[in-house]
């Protein structure tokens, strides 16, 4: 019994310190190390800047593909929209244009006639409905497919440039995310 009022009286007192001081020892864990915004840290997260940007292009990249899968074709526009609304492209345009070059090419392989490729780009691909809609929408996650495997290849292929360096690259981007103050998620 002594003992509990004890220990609430002590956490009481760390209550009342934390007040005073405007210090949260709960969150001083995660804090950002005191060198982290050296000049030595400068040199080391400019070495990771470029992997740092691939991975950002590849988070958006897998967000949109899975948006693809999930979503209906008349849909893709409005969620890839919501998903990025800092996007300064056009996705609708950009949507119809890798339809008809998906399309086209399968033309020139010869797996589909000039007629069906005149009604790819003839209709909206937000009409397109049954075996059409399914065979764009193979095209579409193809094209997000190899967006991914591209940045992971980029990001690889600067992780291995690190190594060649003699640098450690999970080093090198945990100082890159300290020395911007970001999240290492």
């Not at 982290?36 to 967000?63: P, Q, V």
């Not at 049954?130 to 929408?137: A, D, K, M, T």
């Not at 991914?148 to 945990?174: F, N, T, Y």
Request: overall charge negative; aromatic content about 6%.
């Amino acid at each position: 019994m002594a003992g509990e009022e004890n220990r609430r009286i002590m956490e009481m007192q760390m209550d009342a310190l934390k007040d005073e001081h405007g210090v949260d020892i709960d969150s001083s864990k995660d804090r950002i190390p005191k060198n982290a915004r050296s000049a030595n840290n400068k040199k080391l997260a400019d070495i990771y800047d470029d992997a740092a940007e691939y991975e950002a292009e590849l988070k958006g990249f897998e967000s949109e593909l899975e948006i693809v899968n999930d979503s209906s074709l008349a849909d893709l526009v409005a969620k890839l929209n919501e998903n990025n609304p800092q996007y300064e492209g056009n996705y609708a345009k950009e949507i119809a244009e890798v339809a008809v070059n998906g399309v086209t090419h399968l033309v020139e392989k010869k797996s589909h006639s000039q007629e069906h490729l005149a009604l790819v780009e003839k209709m909206d691909f937000t009409t397109y409905s049954g075996e059409l809609e399914f065979e764009i929408r193979e095209i579409l996650v193809k094209r997000w497919e190899f967006l991914v495997e591209i940045k992971k290849e980029h990001i690889a292929d600067e992780r291995a440039e690190m190594k060649l360096m003699g640098m450690k690259p999970d080093h090198l981007r945990k100082v890159h995310y300290n020395y911007h103050g970001l999240s290492q998620n």
